[in-house]
């Protein structure tokens, strides 16, 4: 395999990479229906659940337990929610060539979550499918 061939393949995995990176982050981030969560009500209901689970009978104390370990996994995923600003620029760096090289549409792009103001930063536009 020529020295070429392999850095094609690297700068290939780097691609993929920033693009599964960015589109995961948005997955997570994306709006949900509802108000939305903060940590801080998420503790505040945690604390609540907490208070009424001495008293709940078993039934009760049953959905509470759901409830709090619905909540704790919850905080943790907010928690995690990273800044995009950084998995975006590197998106926007390798998106056009990465979506050139696999097919990727406009309108796939923005079926995946990518919005239309990030795509046109990285150049692609509907003009080309």
Known sequence: MSSGHKAALARGRAE??????YLEALETTKPKRGRKRTPA???????????????????????????????VDERSRVAKVKDL???????????QAY???KGISY?????????ANVLQAAGISRARG
């Open 99 to 101: 979506g050139m090289r």
């Open 41 to 71: 009500s998420i503790d505040k209901r945690l604390a609540l659940i907490e208070a009424q689970l001495a008293a709940a009978d078993a039934l009760t104390k049953l959905h509470l337990l759901q409830e709090q370990k619905d909540l």
């Open 16 to 21: 993929s990479a920033s693009v599964r990176h």
């Open 107 to 115: 309108a796939t792009w923005r079926a995946a979550g990518v919005s």
């Open 85 to 95: 600003s950084a998995l975006e620029k590197q998106f926007i760096k390798v998106a």
